[in-house]
């Protein structure tokens, strides 16, 4: 079955992984079913109830991706959700995925059944990207800001094979699996294709068990193989931690709470059994840790053990939101009011209307004054000629320049410490670059 993740066609299918849209910020993943076990007489297949209303999956199923799809109008009442709540919750992600406001909670609505509402949402297909932002957080996970940038600098490439230690939620492995895909195992392949693979470990079997059954949700059984393991005693290697073939791994990320621990195992020349390293090809790593503690002994553990080019970066991904702000006048001329123009125009309209005021109440004084000192005939005043044009505000006088960051960019700060390992280079590499190369002796 191809993921949507990887090769998502143009229609949804049933048993892929969706997300839907209920707003900018918030989607629901589901996994589209043309059956509901539970209510087998009725043929709209599952339903996801949201606060927007019910979706039953047989309206979105072959519709093109990022189809708008209305709510029913029809309330069958088939939208109960009866049965047994574990068994439920094994291929109905909507549940996991409801924390936050926009989704009402699958609760059963045999009781209470679910009111045909008149909403909307948008069918996506999904990424690695919008997973992350959607997927049941187990532990703390790496967001689409540090992982981009990370599998830049381990240069991962299609067929490449990629070693993650630990799976913890499976949001790099996503992103990882999509790096590295260059064909579903089960295509006929070219003698020159090699595979990409994604050799995924984590030590909670709990954790390592629901990372296993996603990656088979998402139709990526073959691309990512998880271990449980701990990686600090059993090594890499895949299948028996001794026996095992090796994966021959070129690039290697570590989100361990003690990435040191873990080095001693990927090195050329281990103490015992294969090394997981591919040894025709440069190995890259890259550490992920809160602290710089932990980053230090990272480095000096990887010096010991002849990594190079060792490098360190944070990766501070803000935008910034930059508006002027004037503290002085409001519209009404009140001082001591804050006024947020949300456009310039607005901005130097205010303004000319604060300026005018003053130009004119400074004009009427003087006239008053002029009038008294001339018998106090006349108190009246005319706006001059010169202030009914509307001048354009200088735009320094629009306010001061402010910024804040905007607050809603997921990102979890760490440090990265990036290092190769050089290929291995054997007597008989040397003979047949000489022979290669014969000027080059
Ligand atoms: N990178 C993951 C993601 O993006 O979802 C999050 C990883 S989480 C912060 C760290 C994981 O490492 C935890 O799930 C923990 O169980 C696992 N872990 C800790 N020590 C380990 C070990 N010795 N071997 C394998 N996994 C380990």
Known sequence: MPSPFLTPGTTAQPNDITLLHLRRDQALP????DYDEDNMGYKEGKVANTRFGSFPHSTMINRPWGSQIAASKVDTGSRGRRGNPAKRKADDLDE??????????????????????????????????????????????????????????????PGDTIIEAGAGSGSFTHAAVRAVF????????TKKQRLGKVCSFEFHEQRAGRVREEISEHGLDGLVQVTHRDVYQDAFNVGDPKTGPSPKANAIFLDLP??????????????????????STTTHICTFSP????????????????????????????RIDVRRERIGLDATGIRGATVFPTTVEEAADKLWVDEQRAKVSRTAAKVKHGAEESNGEDDTFVLPESLREKPAAPSYSLGRLVHRSESDIKTHTSYLVFAMLPREWSEEDEQKCRQRYPSNK
């Open 30 to 33: 589901t996994i589209l079913r």
């Open 96 to 157: 996991s995925g409801a924390t936050t406001t926009g989704a009402e909670e699958d609760t059963p609505s045999a009781k209470k059944p679910v009111a045909a509402a008149s909403g909307f949402l948008h069918m996506m297909y999904p990424t690695p990207e919008a997973w992350t932002l959607s997927l049941p957080h187990r532990t703390q996970v790496v967001y689409a800001p540090d992982y981009s940038y990370i599998l830049h600098r381990l240069r991962v490439r």
């Open 182 to 189: 260059n064909g579903y195992p089960e295509e006929p392949q």
């Open 258 to 279: 003690a990435p040191w621990l873990a080095l001693k195992h990927l090195v050329r020349k281990p103490e015992s059994g294969e090394s997981p390293l591919d040894p």
């Open 291 to 318: 602290c710089l503690e932990q980053v230090e002994r990272t480095i000096r553990t990887m010096r010991k053990l002849s990594w190079l080019n060792i490098s360190m970066v944070e990766v501070q991904c803000r």
